[in-house]
């Protein structure tokens, strides 16, 4: 049987969910955002979560971020839209 997360002590390792956000979907290649790179998509949805929940970024130690099949893996990414975003 899982404890609530209340019955769980604390520690400086635990993962917080803070928000999820996503950009709206469009037509692979043909679409409303087939010019936009997904470091600036990416970049508005950060931007989305910090105003959604009034959030200090200062707060924030790691990002982690998810996407289908990107090249490079995504880091690339992740790591512009955060300086974007931030």
Not at 49 to 54: D, E, L
């Amino acid at each position: 049987m899982l404890k609530g997360a209340a019955d769980q002590p604390k520690s400086p390792d635990d993962v917080v969910i803070v928000s999820a956000v996503r950009t709206p979907i469009a037509r692979g290649k043909k679409g409303s955002f087939k010019d936009t790179v997904p470091d600036d998509l990416l970049a508005a949805v950060l931007e989305g979560v910090v105003k959604k929940v009034n959030l200090d970024p200062k707060l924030v130690d790691d990002v982690q971020v998810g996407n289908v099949l990107p090249s490079g893996g995504g880091a690339v990414n992740a790591r512009m839209a955060m300086f974007y975003a931030g």
